[in-house]
């Protein structure tokens, strides 16, 4: 059974510029969210995703976006990057209903985003 | 809406010593509950977990009790390690299915 695996692990990127995060959920997995988790901080619900339908968002402008392929892996879109913006991206998986309540989340390791 | 309270660190203890990180949640219905470690640099694991009251949750030496009458699920190890320095993160999922985090504790043990 394979975990949660993102890629890029680390990246650097210009105020303004646009970057696209990737995330394989664990096997199996039907639902995944994304989190930002700002240094010294817990992570913040961004949004989720279930059959390729956001099915809901966390207090975040528009200019996050996802998207959730048939194959479940997922990508996190941000555009005009601003400086507040750098943080631990972390992507989770889990399996729909009540096996959410059962099982929980099965977080990735991360993306560490810079933008200078 | 629901949401997760926990002791503020840092905590910094000895090798050996008794460690409690307290949780209390509000939440609807009837969640789940969850500790999630994070070390440095690497994303969270699932540490233990309770589903429903008197649940007691269990993995390397930590124990949680899921207590409906004080919404709490306190973290405790009777004698910690150097390698349980860690951020430590209560969180729930109620009816919305979605995880609500603590801010996180950070737990520094010393040799």
Partial sequence: ETGVTQSPTHLIKTRGQQVTLRCSSQSGHNTVSWYQQALGQGPQFIFQYYREEENGRGNFPPRFSGLQFPNYSSELNVNALELDDSALYLCASTLAGTGTKEYGYTFGSGTRLTVV | ?111
Avoid at chain 2, 60 to 74: D, I, L, P, V
Wanted: hydrophobic residues 35%; charged residues 20%.
């Fill in chain 2, 1 to 111: 809406g629901d949401s997760v309270t926990q002791m503020e660190g840092p905590v910094t203890l000895s090798e050996e010593a008794f460690l409690t990180i307290n949780c209390t949640y509000t939440a609807t219905g009837y969640p789940s509950l969850f500790w999630y470690v994070q070390y440095p640099g690497e994303g969270l694991q699932l540490l233990l977990k309770a589903t429903k009251a008197d649940d007691k949750g269990s993995n390397k030496g930590f124990e949680a009790t899921y207590r409906k009458e004080t919404t709490s699920f306190h973290l405790e190890k009777g004698s910690v390690q150097v390698s349980d320095s860690a951020v430590y993160f209560c969180a729930l999922i109620a009816n919305d299915y979605k995880l609500s985090f603590g801010a996180g504790t950070t737990v520094t043990v010393r040799a």
